[in-house]
């Protein structure tokens, strides 16, 4: 099989592990071996994921371990967005033989795309981006707001829903201190 570049991304709440653990157990049903790395702070319930650190460190490790198992058809990474921007030379190597499918967030609380996310969007041959529900208005959520935990919630929903929601463009508000004026501004101060 030819390699392949696949992309899950959307704002909090949307379901991009979801979806990538649909496309895993579909894998997992045709018996097709696969990786999957995960940074080892992010909460997700898929379980068996080799957890990892974010830096190029973590990086050269991913790649020593895929090294170690040529028979994975598919190699995937959850929260990709989180990863330095040295997973795309691993990404790049690994998408000529296989598939490689990576799930994050594509921006930031603060509307600011997440550079190593943006590079992998420009490199992928599938994209597909996921949106949720304004937990204010209830209409096309594509960002995702942080805010404080609330106490009152139950601990498993408060967990799952710690810091931050998912937000429409309208009704999503960016701290003071990190105010863009537009997405312009996130180029201009590179
Ligand atoms: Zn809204």
């Given amino acids: ?94 998408m000529k033989k296989k598939r490689v499918i990576c799930a994050g967030l594509d921006t930031d609380f603060a509307g600011k795309p997440f550079e190593t996310m943006a590079m992998l969007l420009a490199i992928a041959d599938d994209i597909h981006k996921l949106s949720a529900i304004c937990t204010v208005c209830k209409k096309t959520a594509t960002r995702s707001q942080i805010v404080e935990i609330d106490t009152k919630l139950p601990q498993d929903i408060a967990e799952q829903s710690a810091f931050y929601e998912p937000r429409c463009l309208e009704c999503h508000q960016i701290p003071q ?3 863009p004026k537009s997405n312009l501004r996130w180029m201009m101060e590179r």
């Fill in 177 to 179: 201190d990190y105010m």
């Fill in 1 to 94: 099989m030819a390699g392949r570049l696949e992309i899950v991304c959307g704002p909090v709440g949307s379901g991009k592990s979801q979806e990538l653990e649909r496309r895993l157990f579909a894998l997992q049903q045709a018996r097709m071996p696969f990786l999957l790395f995960r940074p080892d702070f992010l909460h997700s319930k898929m379980q068996d994921a080799i957890k990892t650190g974010t830096d190029k460190r973590a990086v050269e490790f991913m790649m020593h371990v895929a090294g170690k198992f040529p028979e994975a058809e598919a190699i995937s990474v959850d929260g990709a967005n989180f990863y330095s921007l040295d997973i795309l030379h691993a990404v790049e190597t690994w």
